[in-house]
């Protein structure tokens, strides 16, 4: 299982520019480079702790990561903070196009350009699915639990005197 997945871009804005991963597998930590829809890893190299299966499917999760890194660049912001009409604005780039909505109760108001007129049924379907699950992710990073009786004598252990 990955983790600790983080990207850099290296050479912004340049004709170089490149995509620096790193990322924790197995109990080590491995870093590489994504261009051009390629892996380029560094010292130390997975292919020489792990079998051609493994590589493929470590692989194989590095680039759907990137993918949705490079292609989505999901930004979201508050609208209305802290008042009855708050919503979660948000922006992502889907197939070269930049796409820009509102998220409120789970619905999708998508502003202009509507992405209905440049995808297909099924893309569409993929585009809205992405971003309900950036969007619970994001409402949720910072949602913690918190027990209620928390440094209390719970009121069933509680001992009535007289």
Known sequence: MIQNFKVKTLFKDQIHE???FTLSFEGATYQGIFHNEDI???YPQPHTKFEDRDIKALESKVYELMQNYIHQKFKVK???EDQV???QQFTLSFEG???HGIFHDEEIQWFHPQPKHNL???DLQDLE???YKLMQNHIYQDFKV???FEDQLHESQQQITY
Do not use: G, N, T
């Open 85 to 87: 009409h708050e919503r």
């Open 18 to 20: 490149r995509q620096q």
């Open 97 to 99: 196009e930049h796409y």
């Open 146 to 148: 918190k027990p209620f």
């Open 78 to 80: 508050p609208l209305f």
């Open 129 to 131: 699915s992405k971003v």
């Open 40 to 42: 380029q890893w560094f």
């Open 120 to 122: 297909e049924e099924e």
